[in-house]
């Protein structure tokens, strides 16, 4: 599998739990707001070979008060049960029209805060304040 599946596959997982929410795609276009991914990490733990199936999930690993800033772990798992890949990942809400990190609406908000979260969540430094 190439690499960047997980990448794109993790992708989808979170919109699609937006979207299970009433948060499609182009509802975040007309609220002006985007999810930003800041930093991603890729850890490939067993191979997996194209025709092989997996699971993936997610969990927050860290959170900010207003939870204008992110941290989540997507976890691959073979239909085996083991585990093929682990992406972790850094982000926050960006405003489209300014181009700044924001906190996100409190209905995106919730669905953030609905996340399961890591048994080893920490809360994220919030947002400076600005003038």
């Known amino acids: 599998m190439r690499n960047t599946a997980y990448s794109e596959y993790a992708t989808e997982v979170r919109l699609a739990n937006f979207a299970d929410h009433g948060f499609a795609w182009e509802r975040f276009v007309e609220m002006g707001?985007?999810?930003v991914v800041l930093r991603e990490e890729i850890d490939y733990l067993r191979e997996m070979r194209l025709s092989e199936s997996l699971e993936a999930d997610y969990t927050v690993l860290g959170l900010s008060p207003e939870t204008?800033?992110?941290?989540?772990a997507h976890d691959f798992t073979?239909?085996?049960g083991k585990p093929a890949a682990r992406i972790v990942i850094s982000g926050g809400w960006l405003d489209m029209r300014t181009r700044r990190l924001i906190a996100p609406p409190e209905p995106v908000a919730a669905v953030m805060r609905s996340v399961p979260r890591?048994?080893?969540?920490?809360?994220?430094?919030p947002l400076p304040e600005r003038p």
């Open 68 to 72: 204008a800033r992110f941290k989540l």
């Open 33 to 35: 707001v985007g999810l």
């Open 78 to 80: 073979k239909t085996n």
């Open 118 to 125: 890591a048994d080893a969540f920490i809360e994220l430094p």
